[in-house]
């Protein structure tokens, strides 16, 4: 199966041309403003490719391993046995490499350390073949062409919701009744025999005591509190000048007083830290552009600062690294996905606490099926978005195919209904005869 937002994009013609830089130029500096070279460094890539074999090889093998940390850990001492002929320097940097792959493995799930995530956080997804593609205006173009399909009267944007009442018997202007309202937070209400439910786990965890009434089931508040939902931001910088050659792709920094062991911890007083790499978007599309990542408290808390912070902490801490002047950028545009009031964070992953099927929880819809309901009452509020896809969860496709599950369940039980109102049909029918 191929990716469905690849198939959309096809579907609408929003396919481009990838103009993606080669990846392969490698830059890497360290703390003591070292430039090390391009065969240590393929070294130190190399060592990046054991340790995920390592990973895939422990998962199947080792049965008392909890978190990704675990497995990385085992790896990472499988790698050390072999470095007895290394100079400390070597090994300081070796150390200070890995702990980079934290960092980096951190952002990919959006947490703060690996000691964080469950091991069936890998174990059990799934993935689409074929890499990243970066094509600008791409999400906001898809949505537009969604949007086509649906009449403008049928949307209403910039309208949060406040309450899902549910299970009730409300009547409407016409007579009939129906089992939801749904409450505004601007006091408007709307009557529905079905809602699904999208938004994110971030504020389900913060609101969804009060958000549903009566309220949710014990297992899907457990699953609520229990699922992990961290934050990863991108930064962009945006110069003037390059200060950076056009065939580069990545800089990597590394710190040689920095191991794997120490386990990541929040350092929000010196969250610059955190950033460990810089990659040079393509010059033809973004002009002279790099994009870096933060994930953890050090990211939530750089939403908090102002785009001059950003902007000279991180021109000190390049020019530390690379040991030469270094321009300020002369924009800096920063995701703040924490602090926005309706995603509170990035997306969900399997944390220590919680298992997969937690997911599934999330999806289930309500009522729950005790199997005596009537048909009528039955999915009044559905769920979905990316935390209710056990496979594809923390994605964009993820958040699709949820969508299209919860859209099936109710075209399914209206065939089922059409069906027996037949059936009763046929038989009063029949009875006549
Ligand atoms: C930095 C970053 C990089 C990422 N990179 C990738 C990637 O490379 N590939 C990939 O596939 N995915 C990526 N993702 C993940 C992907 O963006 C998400 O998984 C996906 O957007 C989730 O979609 P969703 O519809 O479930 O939730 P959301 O996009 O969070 O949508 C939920 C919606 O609900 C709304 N809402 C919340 N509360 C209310 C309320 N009370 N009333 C009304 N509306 C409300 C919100 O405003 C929001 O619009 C990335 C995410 C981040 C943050």
Redesign the pocket.
Known sequence: MKNP?FRLATEYGLLQEALNNSGTDWSVFTNTQKQLGPDFVEKLRSLSTFLHMQADLQIQNNTQLKSIWDVCEVGINELIKNWTDDSPTVRSQKLGWLNLVMKNESAVF?VQSLHDVSLQQISEREYFEGG?RYSPGFFPKLISSLKEDIPREKLLLE????QIQWNGNFESYDGSTHPIRVVCEDGDSFLADHVIV???LG?LKG?AET?FHPTLPAEKLNAIKSLGFGT???VFLEYEVPFWENSQDWIGLLWENETPFSGLKPNIAEWWQRIYSFYMLNQARFGHMLLTWSSGREAEFMETLSEEEIASNITSLLRQFMGRPVPRPKHVFM?K?FSNP??RG??SHVSINSTGDMFDTLAEPLPQEKGDGHLSEKLQVLF????TQRRYH??????LL?GWREADRLINHYSIFEGQQLQTKQVACGSHH
């Not at 309208?159 to 406040?162: E, G, H, L, S």
């Not at 923390?394 to 958040?399: D, N, R």
């Open positions: 937002i959006a990243d309208k949060p919701v406040k999208t938004v994110s504020y609101e958000m990863v931001n991108k995701s996905w309706y995603i990035s997306y979905a978005g990316e935390a923390s994605t964009t496709h993820g958040a949820s």
